[in-house]
């Protein structure tokens, strides 16, 4: 039955009314307060007592008395709104909710005036914490007052590495992606990379591409990697070129998903078969774009659930000791995700 919206809300001193217990008793029974004694029979009376009134702690007095709001502030550039880092909030959110505590998220868009009021607006608020996070892999310059409460850095960094951070480990994929299409039997592997000479999502992956090339003693060849814009139409017209030169890639590892689609149109157009022909590795493990090409594509899984994962129990685990210990730059594991296009 519904309730009238007037209704008196049930307090503390009606639970204890009802399970024959002091206020106090049904303080610690609620905040879980350990060594104080207290009967298991008293608890339960107490806990039955609760949801017969259907009460609600007050959070805001819980955390007058704990220093604690139970509040996580998430501030981001633009990742709230891009639909394939979506999975860093899921894992910040299962992770914060798992111990009961909750995000306030705040999308800036990249604005400089709005990060720093959003950061202002959750000191106010008394967040226990902060995530800075970041659409993609690069350095970033947070609002100085970030500084004021615990704050952990979400697929980015600060370039003094003064603030914890958590990102994916680029080399690492890079490294991976090149392997399996090396592994296969691919003699020549061509590379589309990302055009962006300061961020480590391009920089490292391009590490990764040469270190697996001399691993398997093959030399770095300048002419079958091309610079691209990470879209499907830049992979279109790089693979076009690979492939019309003299002696073409048996294989290509693609920068991102969406450059993969490109290489698939421009592969197809060419009359050429994936992966008989030419194999295909991608990176972002794009949902949208990498189960549903056909072939469907075997890319590298950007671990987004799993670094705001990290970052929300890094906060939580060191609650208090956070500014007593040094600044750990923690690198995520990306997992490769065979489909059938390498």
Sequence with gaps: MQKRPNKRRPTMLDVAKL??????????????????????????????AVRQLDYRPNAVAQGLRTKRTNIIGFLTDEVASTPFAVHMIEGAQAAAWSVGKILMIVNTAGDQSIKQA??????????????????????????????????????????????????????QGGRVATEVLLRRGSHRVGFLSLDHPNEQAATGRREGYRQALAAYGRGL??????FGDSTASSGYRYTRELMEMDEPPTAIFCGTDRMAMGAYDALRDLSYAIPADVAIVGFDNQDVI?????????TMELPHYK???????YLIDHADSLDMVPPVQQLI???FIERASA
């Excluded at 600060?158 to 994916?168: C, E, I, K, M, N």
Aim: include cysteine; hydrophobic fraction near 45%; glycine fraction near 4%.
């Design 19 to 48: 399970a024959g217990v002091s206020q106090t008793t049904v303080s610690f029974v609620i905040n879980r307060v350990a060594a104080v004694g207290i009967s298991d029979e008293t608890k339960e009376r107490v806990w039955d």
């Design 290 to 298: 990498a189960a549903y090409l056909r072939p469907p594509l075997s």
């Design 221 to 226: 060849d300048e002419s079958l990697i091309r």
């Design 333 to 335: 594991t990306c997992p």
């Design 307 to 313: 670094m705001g994962e990290w970052a929300v129990r």
């Design 118 to 171: 959003g950061v202002e607006m959750m000191l106010e608020r008394q967040v226990d914490a902060i995530i800075y996070a970041s659409m993609y892999h690069r350095e970033v310059h947070p609002p100085p007052n970030i500084y004021e409460v615990p704050a952990v850095l979400l697929d980015c960094f600060v370039g003094d590495r003064s603030l914890p951070s958590v990102v994916a480990e680029e080399i």
